[in-house]
């Protein structure tokens, strides 16, 4: 496997980016925490310690989402290749640790000789270690990482063949359902007709499987939730004291999502230096930090008409707790 290498000019555009990244960062911390009810962008769970807790997360017993997706993966590899057409410019968005890709990168070169893999994640930690992970574990692929968010990254793809778009752990359950299908929308416009996104929906189950899954006995989910706050007081200046709020996580019926929240234990006043920020917490009080919605097998079909795709094949996992569905851009 060959792993692009970044030059001076790539690492000095890197910096600026980072910069960029950081002044985002602060203002949507302002506009969160200034707003009500408080809310922040999921996104920034996901630092270098963010990413490593979350993988842990995706190994505990609980977490049946990564288990049942991987079992997808592995049994339908072979297939999901075999529907490649040549050489294969494979896309994920929010790759993390890319432990799901594997068996699916072994198939296509097992297909078609040779992949170009372009993991886009918001940690340059995680893509550098995935990355040298990769390059032991799947000869004939060629790894380029970049580090952005996902249509800045997209953007930045300079595919001369087709592409097979990964959008996996059921990330899409993130976005509420009117922004999933224009996000899809706008995937759909930076793809070529005969492109394929293929994308990981967790289904609507029994509500105890759903709680556990977000509230595991070990604590790593609330560690993950709390260490936003952790992030804010290392790159913003923050001064949060993260014993004294406390991870929520509940089903919400009516949306059909799992929210997570950061609540505030007591009344409590926090500054945050960047950018200039006094933000005042009541007793009981919630930071929303992510949604995550579920899917009937019936939304999903509406969500890909909507966003103009063609279902071109959909498997789930011996539970049915997940599905995986392979996903066409019409023309071709």
């Known amino acids: 496997m060959e792993l692009a290498r970044p030059s001076a000019e790539d690492a000095g555009t890197c910096t600026a980016r980072e910069t960029t990244a950081l002044r985002r960062f602060a203002e949507d911390v302002r506009v969160g925490l200034g707003s009500s009810p408080k809310h922040l962008p999921c996104v920034y769970l996901y630092d270098a310690r963010g990413s490593e807790l979350f993988d842990r997360i995706t190994r505990l017993p609980e977490y049946y989402l990564t288990q ?4 997808i993966i592995e049994a339908h590899a072979a297939r999901i290749a075999d529907a490649a057409r040549g050489p294969i410019h494979v896309v994920e968005l929010g790759s993390g640790t890319s432990a799901k890709t594997v068996a699916l990168l072994e198939a296509l070169v097992d297909a ?6 372009r993991p886009i994640d918001v940690c340059a930690d995680v ?3 995935s990355a040298e992970v990769l390059t032991e574990a799947v000869p004939g692929v060629t790894v380029k990482p ?9 953007e ?6 087709e592409v097979l778009l990964l959008w ?18 706008r995937l759909r416009g930076r793809l070529s007709p005969g492109d ?5 929906f967790d289904l609507v189950k029994d509500v105890g499987v759903l709680a556990a899954a977000y509230n595991d006995s070990s604590g790593v989910t609330a560690e993950f939730n709390l260490n936003l706050l952790r992030r804010i007081n290392r790159e913003l200046g923050g001064d949060f004291e993260l014993e004294r709020f406390r991870h929520i996580a509940h089903w919400n019926p009516d949306h059909r999502r799992i929210e997570m929240y950061l609540e505030s234990l007591e009344d409590q006043r926090v500054t945050i230096l960047n950018p200039g920020l006094t933000v005042e917490f009541s007793c009981g009080e919630r930071v929303h930090t992510e949604n995550s919605h579920k899917y009937t097998l019936g939304g999903i079909a509406a969500l890909a008409e909507d966003a103009g795709l063609e279902i071109e094949e959909r498997w789930l996992d011996s539970r049915k707790y997940f599905s995986l569905h392979s996903l066409r851009v019409p023309g071709l």
């Open 68 to 71: 049942a997706e991987s079992e």
């Open 112 to 117: 078609n000789g040779s992949a170009i893999y």
């Open 127 to 129: 893509l550098r270690a």
């Open 146 to 154: 970049i580090r952005a968010r996902y249509i800045e990254g997209l």
């Open 156 to 161: 930045r793809v300079d595919a001369d063949g």
């Open 168 to 185: 996996l752990g059921s990330s899409i359950g993130n976005l509420e359902r009117d922004r999933a299908a224009q996000f899809l929308s």
């Open 196 to 200: 394929r996104l293929l994308i990981g």
